[in-house]
């Protein structure tokens, strides 16, 4: 059994939403705003970044999770969950996402996942136990490679 | 078939707890087997190592959880009330956590003799022979006793864990 993790674990609160039929928590304070779909400009450069969303003055880029998580591409989302991240380069993205379950107050652990069933997606970073089940913890500032961060910031500074 | 020496199988008798997996009979070494867990609903690992269906709490461990019929080449059939999880026993094998097998019904602890082991036949099974130490003739049913290494050796190799930059900070 891996190590409580020492980041995410502090939270107080977890967001609670699904992607698919996958069940995902963040830490609370990662979270901005949730919108609605209908707040996305669409704008596709490649398979992943499903256009932005203006918060302020700002323009986030939407990404679709699915071929990360390398499941089948969805349909239209049900929402947009804008987070913030730790990085300077992209101190806020957005993601699709089909479902919000609410935010979990009583987490009694959160941990690495078992080596066994580590994931290949590097933002799966965990695994929180909500009550009685088991959610996939989702660290925002891995959402994105580093690589690709600085090309997304150009994108979004370029309008 | 020919009986595997006595040589590979030290004691005379040895417990096999035996269950039905894709519509076969199989077994394993009763030493390996930790606990019978009822089946309930898996948290789904996305981009996981291949026959992983996810993971599962089990008394605050997160315990993932194996296609079995999968891993065997087999059919898997769907979840019914007989379907539970054999949770491996952490120190077996050398493993450093828990696994769980998924499988269809769990059906006894069989006694069986060194004696009745026979070798995998390289023919006519629907399991690959590699992934068997033996088999046993059952009441008239082929029990394939299931190699726990070789089947456990595959997953893991097929965790090739994509570790990110840190973040900057």
Redesign the interface.
Known sequence: ??PLLADSSAAAQYFCFAIG???FATAFDHILMVLEPRALIPHPLRGAVLGSVTRGTTRVPVLDLAP????PVSGAPAGLLVLR?????LEEIAIAIDRVDGIAENV??V?R????????????CG?V?VT?????LLEP??VV??EEQQDLARWRADG | MQSISAETTPESYRQYLTFEVGGENCGLLLSEVQEVVEYH?I???????PF?L????LR?????VLDLAGRLGLTARPVGLRSCFLVLREDARER??A?ALLCDAVEQVRETAAEDLQEPPSLGTRIPPRLLTAVVNADGRILHLLDMSSL?QL??EG???????E???
Do not use: W
């Not at chain 2, 996810?54 to 709490?57: D, E, L, P, R, T």
């Open positions: 059994m891996g039929e996958n069940q990360a998580l390398e499941l991240t730790r990085s300077p380069i009694r652990k941990q996942l078992p080596a066994l069933a580590a994931s290949r997606a590097a933002c799966i695994i136990h009685d089940s088991l959610r996939l500032s891995r490679p580093l | 609903p948290t789904r690992v996305p981009a996981a190592a992983v996810g993971v599962f709490n605050g461990t997160v315990v993932p450093a956590s696994v456990l997953t893991r965790t090739p864990r994509k570790v990110a930059p973040p900057p900070a």
